[in-house]
T-cell receptor
Framework: KQEVTQIPAALSVPEGENLVLNCSFTDSAIYNLQWFRQDPGKGLTSLLLIQSSQREQTSGRLNASLDKSSGRSTLYIAASQPGDSATYLCAVRLSGNQFYFGTGTSLTVIP | EAGVAQSPRYKIIEKRQSVAFWCNPISGHATLYWYQQILGQGPKLLIQFQNNGVVDDSQLPKDRFSAERLKGVDSTLKIQPAKLEDSAVYLC?????????????FGPGTRLTVT
């Protein structure tokens, strides 16, 4: 069974700092990996999707990388802002249409 | 483009009662998912539909949960009877699943409290 782990569980940083969130998975036979943002009491907003054949994806201040062989993905956030405060979740999709989410990293950016 | 719609947003029921949730996916999205998210955990897939057929329901507690997507568009998820441990946010998501586009789009969720 696929296990998805996110470290750290919580992170607090001052505004303007660059930061990295980590996601690891046990089964490297993934189809894709998706990073989401979840604000309190709301649904998930897709940030970046990386196909298994890709190494990274970028959107604005966000950069996600994927290393299938080591079972790891990172989400890099540049020049963090208070509006980035949220829970960040990664999800892996296996080729058999099975999805597994991590438990998330709760990020607080302090003004 | 309208997003995934869900209703109700909140529901409080007593244990052993029944409840139903509704989801309307993004227009044209063939695949629809229902997830259960317990506080402090990541979402867990309950059931996945491709049009009106079930692709995966391996984690759906079939003794009390049921879901349908009769016309391949809207979907309903029902719990009968509810237990205390069913308290969670129920998320609906959809994806296009066409030409490699498998990105999931989520609705706002329904927060269920069972007392």
């Amino acid at each position: 069974k696929q296990e998805v782990t996110q470290i750290p569980a919580a992170l607090s940083v001052p505004e303007g700092e660059n930061l990295v969130l980590n996601c690891s998975f046990t089964d490297s036979a993934i189809y894709n990996l998706q990073w989401f943002r979840q604000d309190p009491g709301k649904g998930l907003t897709s940030l970046l999707l990386i196909q298994s054949s890709q190494r990274e994806q970028t959107s604005g201040r966000l950069n996600a990388s994927l290393d299938k062989s080591s079972g790891r993905s990172t989400l890099y956030i540049a020049a963090s802002q208070p509006g980035d405060s949220a829970t960040y979740l990664c999800a892996v999709r296996l080729s058999g249409n099975q999805f597994y989410f991590g438990t998330g990293t709760s990020l607080t950016v302090i003004p | 483009e309208a997003g995934v719609a869900q209703s109700p947003r909140y529901k409080i029921i007593e244990k052993r009662q029944s409840v139903a949730f509704w989801c309307n996916p993004i227009s044209g999205h063939a695949t629809l998912y229902w997830y259960q998210q317990i506080l402090g955990q990541g979402p867990k897939l309950l059931i996945q539909f491709q049009n009106n057929g079930v692709v995966d329901d391996s984690q759906l507690p079939k003794d009390r949960f049921s879901a349908e997507r009769l016309k391949g568009v809207d979907s309903t998820l029902k719990i009968q009877p509810a237990k205390l441990e069913d308290s969670a946010v129920y998320l609906c998501a959809s994806s296009l699943e066409y030409r490699g586009n498998y990105e999931q789009y989520f609705g706002p969720g329904t927060r269920l409290t069972v007392t």
